[in-house]
């Protein structure tokens, strides 16, 4: 299999104790916390502001120096004060290297910008697409009208050229513990991208599907089952390895609920190394049976708030592999019907 051999570009924020870029929201008093793993990460953030953050930026740059490690290229999205969702960069954005289905046309670079539905993490998107414009001149940026959080809640498979994406039926302020996006930005997504959407309902506390769902370069998947609705699961196995000829057996890395509250699907692959949040030894081992290097760095400040590796980084150059790698493998997608 010969694997596309392209520097990946992370955008990246670093916490700021002085700037205050990084932090836990006070649970709001009618509609509680935006998700439920800050509801004790408020007490413990509450206690000791400036410990937390400091905790955190330390996490933040041990994260950064591994990627560079494996031959990422990093660009900083400028800190600003109080935003404290700002070093999840994942969210604001979904970038591919692709072409535009409509037009016909090659586009080097193009990213679908997030319409958030916790509407106070919006101010975040204008500096990561001043960070982006940067790093990718020319990039096609493409607003989507309808409720879409970046590749946090859309994560690209290159083994099966499809996303992973989460919904909920309900996605709104009140119900935010429970999904952020809807399924009308699916189809948006799919038009611009011309990438196939698998769409998964997400089932509380799981609110991103980067938090239930990890694929891994050469076909295996990470999946905290319970992280989805019973349908979307019967669905992500069918779709994953059923229409593949897949052996589930083989492809399929179940991930418990205390490994998933540690982050261990929010992975980001370079090549055949696995980095992600510290997790237990058991999970590791059974990722590198498969054949992987796992690096695991602590991420437990950035999991306070339900945020891994995966939602702190965005791949802002994700290459598009057309049929994705399991078809260089000689794995044929053969769909069988799916359960609606």
Known sequence: MQLINVTPVYLVNTPDPDIGNYGIHRPHPELGAANDLEIDGWEIYRTNRRAFREGARRESKGLQEVLHAEGGRLIQVEPRRRMFDQPFTADSVVCLDGVMPEQGQEQSHIAIVSHFTNTGRQAEVKWVLKALKEALPGILTIACPYNIEGSGDNVYDKARDIYWSGYTENPCRQNAHSGRSERRAHEFLQQHLGVRIVGIAVKRPIYHVDLCVGPLT????????????????????????????????????????????????????????????????????????????VVAVPMIYFMYAAGGVHCSTNEANEPRIPGGYLAQLGYEYRPLTLHQ
């Open 218 to 293: 050469f076909g295996h998947v990470l999946c905290y089952q319970e992280g989805m609705q019973p349908h979307a699961y019967e669905n992500f196995r069918t779709e994953a390895f059923r229409n593949y000829g897949l052996p589930e057996k083989d492809y399929l890395i179940p991930v418990s609920k205390e490994d998933a509250m540690r982050g261990a699907c929010n992975v980001r692959c370079i090549g055949k190394t696995v980095i992600m949040p510290t997790c237990s030894k058991e999970l590791q081992n059974e990722i590198k049976r498969r054949g992987y290097k």
